[in-house]
């Protein structure tokens, strides 16, 4: 599941929630941590900003999860 490949792959990094929010662009770290748990969908837009940020292809994110993008 492509939540949890994004929580393993960014607490292996070190990197924090607040981090990643902010590079994406939301007021709150609450923005990415709705993405993580499944509340809110990730678009294509912010797979590309976060596999860059987690030094990972766009494809490791998006192999076997289509369809939880929403169309940006």
């Not at 393993?8 to 929010?21: A, D, N």
């Not at 590309?48 to 987690?54: E, F, N, Y």
Request: cysteine-free.
């Amino acid at each position: 599941m492509v939540r949890a490949k994004l929580r393993m792959l960014r607490k292996q990094r070190g990197i924090t929630q607040t981090f990643i929010s902010g590079k994406l662009g939301f007021k709150h770290p609450s923005g990415y941590s709705n993405i993580e748990n499944g509340r809110n969908g990730l678009s294509l837009e912010h797979a590309k900003i976060i596999s860059d940020i987690l030094g990972v292809p766009l494809e490791e994110l998006t192999e076997d999860a289509k369809e939880t993008f929403l169309s940006a």
